[in-house]
């Protein structure tokens, strides 16, 4: 199901029960703020268990029918959660076994959010009967939009249903207690099992250092979250089908495969929460939330998603938590836009006056009016927001993909390699999103599961590990005619984490056109450095030495006892051609490299000669009108050259070849 809605939303998490003595006056109130600040959306409801049923089995939804009226008396949207995020004491008080286990084998009590066993049958249970009784209530309600499920699911649980469920888990994946020995490799240190009975989960009280182990765990907890989310999400899909699901997600959260839960959801939503300093390490945070919104439209398939949360003003949660700069609302705002969100939403609408979240930023603060800085910056989000109508449901058009893989970074991080943990997978995969974005190029970001077909060029940096399939889809992708630029660390171990051997090679060995024999660690103080095309370039923390067969040479290694060996490579397969970047380097070679592979390619940028610190997007409407964004993430002010004349989208006037920015700011042009 695509959701539609023909506006761009601005909202934000609404918490009207903090309030529910003085509604009479707060509540009214909220709703004007709300108008004022153009807003037309709240989402409710995702901690509101205790209130909503106040005893076992005894509910109340008279004061949500109240907010669910007037939220439809003033033209807003409700974003209903399910309240799964949080329970009432009563109900971890009679049912103890909705409480997780940590992995040191110890049950945790009552208190703050999350905190939730997923595979307690009393959870679900009780999750079911609310979810089916909210979705009863407010089937029909015009204030209905959207289902916000639960809270930022996370974590696991290590208790004994949990510990049970992953032995299932791990009968269906290996089917023999023989083949799961083998996969894990427990003919090493004795760790041969006999029966399914024995396998626990990992611990710091027992087996860490098996990764095998720890990722058949991760796999687990993710498969588990995904079946207790179908669960969760039953009662709506059944009550009210029309009615689109999202989870609100957390970007880059370690915990779980968001592509994996992404197919389960209509529509993708995160909350982004970028360390805004005010000073030139802004750019890097900017980059940072590029990344992620890049990552979140992913999980969903690229379809527009939502920005469910953010601060419009500091957080409470860092150590030091400064005020952002004036206008900064606004860039992080349309930023989101930029990326493919259709929405603009705030932790959080009001600011309770006390409990745990007291100094968090707040739409109405803790001076309860809207004569604040705050305020009059959201309205102005708002208002650009109105401005910016027809963008809502444009979709992104991109032609590269670039892949990051949960499963990958699992592996990669779990094993005992080369920096060990440390091995820097997201930050690499980053890397190319910064050298993409600055070279003007959108990107998708995919993983190992996605259709990759409908790209032209597809960077897989660290693909550390081949999943089921991946290796032939990447076959027929550069076969076909597709350009994949590929790096160090990729194709070592097979879906089992296996190494490839001589015998049962790695499929990558065929699309590089070369074997990697070796691979070198450096540690800060040591470099290497090469030459391509006239250029010196450095070669920092990771140096692969490998053997042509195919491959051409494009650079070799100048210094240790490698020089002369390549590493920069290039081989022609099928219609297409892989290169292979086999040492990490600075930014410059990315950005100098990347430029060159994909002009080579035939790939155009959205904007070619980019000032330092922008970057350019587009998003397409079906009829093919064009959105084309400009970010500049920096605190100077950048003049960005135009190929031709544009309209401002938000002001209407012209833009004459040169678009003139200012720090920190999104410009939104339309094709005149
Ligand atoms: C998360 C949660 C919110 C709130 C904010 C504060 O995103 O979903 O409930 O705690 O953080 O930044
Ligand atoms: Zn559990």
Not at 5 to 21: I, K, R, V
Not at 55 to 64: H, I, L, N, R, T
Not at 423 to 447: A, C, K, N, P
Not at 608 to 628: H, I, K, N, V
Request: glycine share 8%; net charge negative; with cysteine.
């Amino acid at each position: 199901m695509k959701f539609h809605y023909p506006e761009l939303l601005h909202g934000g998490d609404y918490n009207p029960e903090q309030w529910m003595e003085q509604k009479e006056t707060i509540w009214k109130q909220d709703m004007q703020y709300a108008r004022e600040a153009g807003i037309n959306t709240l989402s409710i409801g995702i901690f509101s268990w205790a209130y909503l049923e106040p005893e076992d089995g005894v509910y109340d939804f008279s004061w949500m029918d109240e907010v669910m009226d007037n939220l439809a008396a003033n033209g807003i949207k409700a974003v209903l959660a399910t309240p799964s995020g949080a329970r009432p004491a009563w109900l971890a008080k009679k049912y103890p076994s909705v409480l997780r286990m940590t992995a040191q084998r110890l049950p945790n009590v009552f208190g703050g959010r999350h905190n939730a066993c997923y595979s307690s049958p009393d959870y679900e249970r009780k999750v079911t009967e609310i979810n089916t009784r909210l979705a009863e209530r407010y089937k029909d309600h015009p204030a209905l939009m959207m289902w916000h499920v639960s809270n930022e699911y996370n974590n696991e649980c290590h208790c004994p249903r949990c510990q049970e469920r992953f032995r299932d888990w791990c009968k269906a994946r290996y089917g023999t207690i023989e083949n799961l020995n083998r996969c894990w490799w427990n003919s090493f240190w004795s760790h041969k099992y006999t029966t399914f009975d024995e396998i626990i989960s990992p611990s710091p009280l027992g087996e860490e250092e098996n990764v095998a182990h720890l990722l058949a765990w991760k796999r687990f907890c993710t498969d588990n979250l995904v079946r207790f989310f179908k669960t969760e999400i039953a009662p709506l899909r059944r009550i009210t089908p029309n009615v689109p699901v999202t989870a609100n997600l957390m970007g880059t959260f370690p915990g779980l495969d968001y592509f994996a839960l992404g197919k389960e959801m209509d529509i993708s939503s995160w909350d982004n929460y970028p360390a805004w300093t005010g000073d030139e390490r802004d750019l890097a945070v900017a980059r940072n939330s590029s990344f992620r919104h890049d990552l979140m439209r992913g999980v969903c398939d690229q379809k527009p998603y939502l920005m469910m949360e953010s601060s419009p003003s500091s957080v409470n949660w860092n150590t030091i938590n400064p005020l952002r700069k004036p206008g900064t609302v606004l860039y992080q705002g349309l930023q989101a836009i930029a990326h493919g969100s259709d929405s603009v939403q705030y932790f959080q609408f009001r600011a309770g006056r006390g409990g745990s979240e007291q100094y968090h930023g707040a739409v109405i603060d803790r001076t309860g009016t809207n004569r604040t800085r705050t305020f009059r910056e959201v309205a102005e989000v708002g208002a650009v927001l109105k401005q910016l109508k027809a963008v809502a449901g444009s979709e992104t058009r991109n032609q590269i993909a670039l892949l990051y893989d949960w499963n990958v970074r699992w592996s990669v991080e779990g094993a005992w390699m080369l920096h060990r943990h440390h091995e820097q997978y997201e930050e690499t995969v980053r890397s190319f999103h910064i050298g993409l974005s600055s070279l003007g190029y959108g990107v998708d970001m995919v993983d190992e599961t996605c259709d990759i077909s409908r790209y032209k060029v597809l960077v897989a940096p660290m693909a550390y590990m081949m999943r089921e399939g991946f290796g032939q889809k990447l076959r027929a992708f550069v076969a076909g005619g597709g350009t994949l630029i590929t790096t160090y660390v990729t194709g070592y171990v097979n879906q089992e984490l296996l190494t490839y051997m001589d015998a049962d090679p790695s499929p990558m060995n065929e699309l590089t056109g070369m074997h990697v024999d070796e691979c070198d660690a450096l540690d800060d103080r040591t470099f290497g450095h090469f030459v391509w095309n006239g250029k010196k370039y450095r070669v920092k923390e990771i140096a692969e030495l490998a053997t042509p067969t195919t491959a051409q040479t494009l650079a070799v290694y100048a210094d240790r006892f490698y020089a002369t060996q390549p590493c920069f490579t290039v081989n022609e397969y099928g219609k297409g051609r892989c290169y292979y970047i086999a040492a990490r380097t600075d930014a410059d070679f990315l950005y100098d490299a990347l430029g060159w592979m994909l002009k080579e390619a035939g790939l155009e940028p959205i904007l070619s000669r980019l000032p330092e610190g922008t970057c350019a997007t587009e998003r397409y409407q079906e009829d093919g009108t064009r959105f084309l964004f400009v970010q500049n993430g920096t605190h100077e002010r950048k003049i960005v050259p135009l190929p031709k004349t544009m309209k401002d989208a938000v002001t209407g006037k012209k833009v004459y070849e040169q678009l003139e920015m200012g720090e920190l700011s999104v410009a939104v042009l339309t094709d005149e």
